[in-house]
């Protein structure tokens, strides 16, 4: 079965400084696709970025990028520049390409604080 | 587009009650799931269902039941509520299913069983 590993269940960042977040998960799938997803206090879900396992090339959009190492099941998300807006929880997901689905496997999230 | 709308957005009901969710996913897309969060279980996923089809269901009791209909909007019942029900139900839709597309999400239904 796919498990997707958040260890760190907090971290902390000051406003216009960098952080990463780190995510692993655990499939023997080849073809899948890694999200990481924001969810602020309002609870709305917002997609952040996603990344295609078949892509080396890693995903960025503007001040988010990620760090996919497909042969260590790893797929960290390091934020640059960070605003006060950033504060959320993050939470990385999995899911399977090809398999008649869309069940999104999620990790347990990390709370994300921004310092001014 | 309008984004994927869920309603209602907050609900109190009793052990014993049922409830039903429901959901408008984003005009053109065929799949909805739903998942449940919880504090304690975190993010699951209960079950998806696309052109009215249910295509996968989650390690949830037979209480919990979904449905799609022709325009693509779902709902889900729960059956004889339990204090554990409480949750936030959220529910996100796609364009199709299985081929790892973004799946955007609505607001969700915050329900307090009591």
New interface residues.
């Given amino acids: 079965a796919q498990t997707v590993t958040q260890s760190q269940p907090e971290m902390s960042v000051q406003e216009a400084e960098t952080v990463t977040l780190s995510c692993t998960y655990d499939t023997s799938e080849s ?3 890694l ?1 990481w ?1 924001k969810q602020p206090p ?6 952040v970025i ?1 990344q ?1 396992a078949y892509k080396q090339q890693n995903a960025t959009e503007n001040r988010f990028s990620v760090n996919f190492q497909k042969a260590a099941k790893s797929f960290s998300l390091k934020i640059s520049d960070s605003q006060l807006g950033d504060a959320a929880m993050y ?1 990385c997901a999995y ?1 399977y ?13 990390t709370l994300l604080a921004v310092q001014p | 587009k309008a984004g994927v709308t869920q309603t209602p957005r907050y609900l109190i009901k009793t052990r014993g009650q049922q409830v039903t969710l429901s959901c408008s996913p984003i005009s053109g897309h065929r799949s909805v799931s739903w998942y449940q969060q919880t504090p304690g279980q975190g993010l699951q996923f209960l079950f998806e269902y696309f052109s009215e089809t249910q295509r996968n269901k989650g390690n949830f009791p037979g209480r919990f039941s979904g449905r799609q209909f022709s325009n693509s909007r779902s709902e889900m019942n729960v059956s004889t509520l339990e204090l554990g029900d409480s949750a936030l139900y959220l529910c996100a839709s796609s364009q199709t299913s299985g081929r790892g597309e973004t799946q955007y999400f609505g607001p969700g239904t915050r329900l307090l069983v009591l």
């Fill in positions: 073809d899948y696709y999200f997803y309002s609870r709305q879900m917002i997609l996603r295609e939470f899911v390409y090809g398999g008649a689905t869309n069940k999104l496997i999620f990790g347990t999230g």
